[in-house]
């Protein structure tokens, strides 16, 4: 079987994406997701996202981790998915999108995509871990998927990956885990950020939930006031727009790229 397909990135957070709206790929073949995702033996992704029908929406957006498995929402790749559904036909430029955090709302706007986020929840702030036999700071909130938000004096230096892994598979967010972001204000409506993504293991050059999250957060804590620049490892630039409420922020969307690089045929064999 051959299946066509897209490679494209926002803020340098990569994806393979498909056309999946006859529902014909294998996505119980967790090995073939993950080998496809491999950049040494396959094409090479940080996510894998299906175009599916929806019967409440213009089209179900279904997220793959690298690992094969799959999330329930990835901010990035709804912008790219978002794109490539306008350009396929599958959606005009206002657009709702069906994912298993809940239903999104996105809008072309001359080359950049506006997502309006799922409502964060599962707030936590002011909150301490144990990490190293010592206590770090964090917030946390869900934004589609979970995230723990940590500021640090020196992103710079930060070691993202050995204090990034201790956060994800801390007991403290156990079973799943979480993503974990370190963050440094960078003015009164900006910020920096670099995040350890769960499912890819490691750093990743951008994460939108993981933006949106650290937007929100920081905000909390009285760094920043929306709407919010957040800058990631890659170098590009989010805008995070939220009303603070109370109880924590409501209104959420994101504003960034959406870039196609190419597209290509995989074949699928059993």
Not at 6 to 35: Q, Y
Not at 36 to 58: F, M, N, V
Not at 102 to 111: F, R, T
Request: glycine fraction near 10%; include cysteine.
């Amino acid at each position: 079987m051959k299946i066509n397909f897209w490679k494209m990135h926002g803020a340098s957070n990569d994806f393979i994406l498909m056309d999946d709206r006859k529902e014909t790929c294998p996505t119980g073949d967790v090995k073939w997701l993950e080998a496809i995702a491999s950049r040494k033996t396959g094409i090479g992704c940080e996510g894998i996202i299906l175009i599916q029908k929806s019967k409440i929406a213009d089209f179900r957006m279904r997220f793959f981790n690298p690992d094969g498995r799959e999330a329930d929402m990835c901010g990035n790749g709804a912008r790219c998915v978002a794109m490539l559904a306008y350009d396929i036909g599958a959606a005009k430029s206002k657009m709702k999108i069906q994912t298993a955090a809940g239903i999104l709302s996105a809008e072309i706007l001359k080359g950049l995509v506006k997502i309006w986020m799922t409502e964060p929840k599962d707030w936590r702030l002011n909150a301490k871990l144990a990490i190293n036999e010592k206590k770090v700071a964090y917030g946390f909130v869900n934004t589609g998927v979970p995230h723990a938000v940590i500021p640090v004096k020196n992103l710079a230096g930060h070691d993202v990956n050995g204090i990034g892994a201790k956060v994800r598979y801390h007991r403290d967010f156990a079973p799943k885990g979480t993503n974990a972001n370190f963050i440094a204000a960078t003015g009164p409506h900006s910020i920096d950020v670099r995040t350890y993504e769960r499912g890819v293991e490691s750093e990743t050059l951008a994460c939108g939930t993981g933006i949106t999250a650290s937007a929100l957060v920081a905000n909390k804590l009285g760094l920043v006031k929306p709407p919010v620049k957040v800058k990631a490892a890659s170098g590009d630039v989010l805008t995070i727009d939220f009303q603070p409420t109370a109880q924590g922020a409501t209104a959420v969307t994101m504003l960034g790229p959406a870039v196609h690089v190419f597209q290509g045929t995989l074949e699928y064999r059993k």
